[in-house]
């Protein structure tokens, strides 16, 4: 069975740093397109960050300059470093993985930015 498991979210000033990290594991037999969405209370799920398998990586407008997305393709994982977070950033972020040619989302970790 095939999960995503997500980590690393929390409460953090604005200004300040978080790292998410998501994990997939099961009988996995390709695992290509690994990425980040958001939704707020309120809004529509919406695309943060993505990497490929090669390390090509597209980011929303919102989050440039500031997110960075890594993968590490031996451990399955794939990373969000979130920097100079602001309020607007709090959401329930999810990770997405296309793995046997299937999409899979992880369970969402919450990231609240205080001001």
């Known amino acids: 069975q095939v999960q995503l498991v997500e980590s690393g979210g929390g409460l953090v000033q604005a200004g300040g740093s978080l790292r998410l990290s998501c994990a997939a594991s099961?009988?996995?037999?390709?695992?290509?397109?690994m990425g980040w969405y958001r939704q707020a209370p309120g809004k529509q799920r919406e695309l943060v960050a993505q990497?490929?398998?090669?390390?090509?990586?597209n980011y929303a407008d919102s989050v440039k300059g500031r997110f960075t997305i890594s993968r590490d393709n031996a451990q399955k994982t794939v990373y969000l470093q979130m920097n100079s977070l602001k309020p607007e950033d709090t959401a329930i972020y999810y990770c997405?993985?296309?793995?046997?040619?299937?999409?899979?989302w992880g369970q969402g970790t919450q990231v609240t930015v205080s001001s």
């Open positions: 099961g009988s996995i037999f390709s695992l290509n397109f």
């Open positions: 997405r993985s296309n793995i046997n040619n299937r999409a899979y």
């Open positions: 990497v490929t398998t090669d390390g090509s990586t």
